[in-house]
């Protein structure tokens, strides 16, 4: 990953930290929401991993948010 994506993908795994928080969910149940390990969310969360679309979408619906919203960088 060029650093130019690592950026987007900091920011992606920071907006999808904060919205898991707000809905006071931890790493382990939005894994087990989504079906994926823990381990998975936390290398998402911290850009360790590169998530799929699907994943984006699921993580996007189980939070209750539009999934444009994971790509709003302030």
Not at 52 to 58: E, H, K, N, P, T
Not at 65 to 74: A, D, G
């Given at each position: 990953m060029n650093r130019k994506h690592r950026?987007?993908?900091?920011?992606?795994?920071?907006?999808?930290?904060?919205?898991?928080?707000?809905?006071?969910?931890?790493?382990?149940?939005?894994?087990?929401?989504?079906?994926?390990?823990?381990?998975?969310?936390?290398?998402?969360?911290t850009a360790c991993a590169v998530p799929?679309?699907?994943?984006?979408?699921?993580v996007a619906e189980t939070l209750g948010?539009?999934?444009?919203?994971?790509?709003?960088?302030?």
């Open positions: 950026q987007v993908m900091v920011q992606i795994g920071l907006n999808i930290l904060y919205y898991r928080k707000a809905c006071g969910m931890t790493q382990q149940e939005l894994a087990e929401r989504l079906h994926y390990s823990k381990n998975h969310v936390q290398q998402v969360e799929s679309v699907a994943l984006l979408l699921d948010i539009p999934p444009h919203k994971l790509f709003e960088f302030k």
